[in-house]
T-cell receptor, first 111, second 115 residues
């Protein structure tokens, strides 16, 4: 069966510091991978998605970037965090795009 | 692009009662509609989904109905239990910005089941 991992689970970072969140998937190959952000209002906002190694599509211009260095690894990064980057970051995988399965999430607080 | 509206934003029911959450979508080309359950501090969990060629789907106490003409779909939970308390999200799979497809989510419904 497939398993998706995210780390860290929680993170407190000062404004202006860098960020690196990692997501890995087990038990499947060549998955579609997604990064979402969930703000306090509960809505899910798609940030990035990837259909293959090195292929990244951005949905929203912002302070963040994503990379996919390996087939089942997806990384969300920032060079300098803003207060507005605080939120719950969710990684998801899909065999072909529609059915998406979410990881446990990373709670990021920027102070 | 696709727009998904979800109602109500909060719903409180007594244990054993039924709960219904409704969503509307704007893009008639959308063809896949999942529902997710999110418990506090956890990632959303896919609980049921329906494709556009089906009008209704059931899985034990939960069911989803789809009305393509009216462009709305609903989640029905029967015999609710306290462990059903969570935030529920609907979503629609459709075109976003040109030829790219993505899931567009509703804003969620906080369901509270009172013992």
């Amino acid at each position: 069966s497939q398993t998706i991992h995210q780390w860290p689970a929680t993170l407190v970072q000062p404004v202006g510091s860098p960020l690196s969140l990692e997501c890995t998937v087990e038990g499947t190959s060549n998955p579609n991978l997604y990064w979402y952000r969930q703000a306090a209002g509960r809505g899910l906002q798609l940030l990035f998605y990837s259909v293959g190694i090195g292929q990244i599509s951005s949905e929203v211009p912002q302070n963040l970037s994503a990379s996919r260095p390996q087939d089942r690894q997806f990384i969300l990064s920032s060079k300098k965090l803003l207060l507005s980057d605080s939120g719950f970051y969710l990684c998801a995988w899909s065999p072909h795009g529609r059915e998406q399965y979410f990881g446990p999430g990373t709670r990021l607080t920027v102070t | 692009g696709e727009n998904v509206e979800q109602h109500p934003s909060t719903l409180s029911v007594q244990e054993g009662d039924s709960a219904v959450i409704k969503c509307t979508y704007s893009d008639s080309a959308s063809n896949y509609f999942p529902w997710y359950k999110q418990e506090l501090g956890k990632g959303p969990q896919l609980i049921i989904d329906i494709r556009s060629n089906v009008g209704e789907k059931k899985d034990q106490r939960i069911a989803v109905t789809l009305n393509k003409t009216a462009k709305h779909f609903s989640l029905h939970i029967t015999e609710t239990q306290p462990e059903d308390s969570a935030v529920y999200f609907c979503a629609a799979w459709g075109v976003s910005g040109g030829s790219n497809y993505k899931l567009t989510f509703g804003k969620g419904t906080l369901l509270t089941v009172n013992p």
